[in-house]
């Protein structure tokens, strides 16, 4: 079963804005927290960038506080990653992904208590 579906994804110029969407089944969305990863290219690693806590609370990566805004509709059991003011070197694949809302899982930006990712949707920011 597919649990995250992304889309969004595209080239833009520098100053533009993105918006992401991850279409999440109902197990993955009710009850967990909701987290954006990025990955810069040639990297294997990810990084957290975003959170959403199930309380409503939002949590950013210093490079991207400010510019960048996590957003979710109930209603459609999608959320968003609103990315303004996009620099190139936020060029790279975001994934979306879900965590368990348990212990600090939800109150650190890393891949702890992580269960499903999206498969990723690439942003590229020209200058």
């Known amino acids: 079963q597919v649990h995250l579906a992304e889309s969004g994804g595209d080239s833009v110029q520098a100053g533009g804005s993105l918006r992401l969407s991850c279409a999440a089944s109902r197990t993955a969305f009710e009850g967990n927290c909701l987290a954006w990863f990025y990955q810069a290219p040639r990297k294997s690693e990810r990084d957290a960038v975003a959170l959403l806590g199930t309380d409503g609370s939002a949590l950013y990566a210093d490079s991207v506080k400010g510019r960048f805004t996590v957003l979710r509709d109930n209603d459609k059991n999608t959320f968003y990653l609103q990315m303004d003011n996009l620099k190139p070197e936020d060029t790279g694949t975001y994934y979306c992904?879900?965590?368990?809302?348990?212990?600090?899982?939800?109150?650190?930006?890393?891949?702890?208590?992580?269960?499903?990712w999206g498969q990723g949707t690439p942003v590229i920011v020209s200058s």
């Open positions: 992904a879900v965590k368990r809302d348990e212990r600090w899982y939800c109150s650190v930006l890393n891949p702890q208590g992580l269960l499903y």
